[in-house]
């Protein structure tokens, strides 16, 4: 596909009925928290067999002349995904077809970042291109490119004439003056859901499937908001909020963000009297008790599956079923390569098991 151009034009035909059979179909096959609790007593070895016997056996078996233990179940684990997530796109059409299509850009800003990251800390461009998940719009050879790139200032420029090109150029001289990664990060997030925006604009429509899809989006942007300003909360970092806000959602104004994150008691006040006050309640109070930012933003993780998983129900024929399907099925890559890496550094099965989004 073209960089940066979604793969057809809006037609306004659509197929969901079919696609979300087919979800269904493939849903009722992700691993459960008990395979998540199996896996995790398991050397990296017996992780990959369990796979094989399992979604992911034509990647294992693949794969495996090449690669063994954690390199073998994370390249399976990324090709797996995005093998799932074209095969959305093959099954869909009109409207459905290219909602997806921009929706999986996100899998372009995971892997933007996921270079970004690489050159920033002088990783080795196999290491890079590891963690790829290619079911964006990047092309194989742009991407590998960018991953062997010896500067930011290069794996930038090779993203000239596609959507992420001039909100990385236009956040380049934060990231020069602060030597953080976080400017560049955010221009991607911005541009992302701007353009998502954007789209359900073009579309038009207000019958309640795309109502609620438009709500699945601003809840995403929401619980992005939310990670962000925690993350600023906790750092004590002199940057200005506002500037990493990003618009859609419904949850804060950029004034209040200012405001907030100047006070965490505050913030987590304002989210429990949210419209999300019931889902993110558990994750709250992992957050005032234990004071952990990482697992609160699990917790958000699993908040917002459980939230696109509710909307789904309301209307089972949407596009929104299929957004939730995309979230369990990268909670399920994520997990299984977070108890990977664990096994792999030694952690307990008790730190790992703090390491995965569970419901």
Known sequence: MTPGRLPREITGSANPEYVNSRVRTRRKKLFDDDDYRKLIRMGTSGIARFLEES???DEINTL??????VDLIEYALNR???????DLLRWSDGRVHDQIAKYLRKYDVWNIKTVLRGIYTDSDPEEIKTDFIRAGELSDRVLDQMAESES???????LDGTVYHNPLV???SEYQDTNALVPLE????R??????MEGMSAIGGDDGATRQYVEFLQAEIDFRNTRNALRLARSGADMDPAEYFIDGGRLFTPEQLRQLVNNTDELVGHIRESRYGEE??????????????IQFEHALDAALLKYSDRLASVYPMSITTIMSYILAKEREVENIRAIARGREVGLSEEEIEEELVIL
């Open 280 to 293: 993110l309640s558990d994750a709250l109070n992992q957050l005032e008790q234990a004071e952990s930012l």
């Open 170 to 172: 236009e956040a380049m």
């Open 64 to 69: 495996g002349a090449r690669y063994s233990g």
């Open 55 to 57: 979604e992911y056996e």
């Open 152 to 158: 930011i200032d290069n794996a930038v420029n090779l």
């Open 191 to 196: 541009e992302f859901y701007t353009l998502m």
């Open 80 to 86: 797996n995904i995005a093998s799932h997530f074209r």
């Open 186 to 189: 955010n221009a991607l997030d």
